[in-house]
Nanobody, 115 residues
Framework: QVQFVEFGGAVVQPGGSLRLSCVVS????????LNWSRQPPGKERELLIG????????NYKTSVKGRFAISRDNAKSTVYLQMNNLKPEDTGLYFC????????WGRGTQVTVSS
């Protein structure tokens, strides 16, 4: 069974940084494009950024381009999201998933950007 376990979320001040991790199990990790999404409070989930099997970045949301970076460690079946210069509008529950999207999401990890 495919599972996504996200962690690393925290409360940070505007301008701060965080690195999120997502451990994936139940699939051949290296064979999939992976991505990060977030769900802001009271809003729908939105796709942010992805990474190809070759390690190339796919930018989905322009507001995080240049501030967020995605990486992967195939040996650890882990995908990372480095977030810099965080803004209050980055607040939300962050999730990872594969392409094609797996219907069962992980629990996500909460990021709150507030002074």
């Amino acid at each position: 069974q495919v599972q996504f376990v996200e962690f690393g979320g925290a409360v940070v001040q505007p301008g701060g940084s965080l690195r999120l991790s997502c451990v994936v199990s139940g699939l051949t990790f290296s064979e999939y494009v992976l991505n990060w999404s977030r769900q802001p409070p009271g809003k729908e989930r939105e796709l942010l950024i992805g990474i190809t099997t070759g390690g190339d970045t796919i930018n989905y949301k322009t507001s995080v381009k240049g501030r967020f970076a995605i990486s992967r460690d195939n040996a650890k079946s882990t995908v990372y999201l480095q977030m810099n210069n965080l803004k209050p509008e980055d607040t939300g529950l962050y999730f990872c998933n594969r392409v094609p999207r797996f219907p069962a999401w992980g629990r996500g990890t909460q990021v709150t950007v507030s002074s």
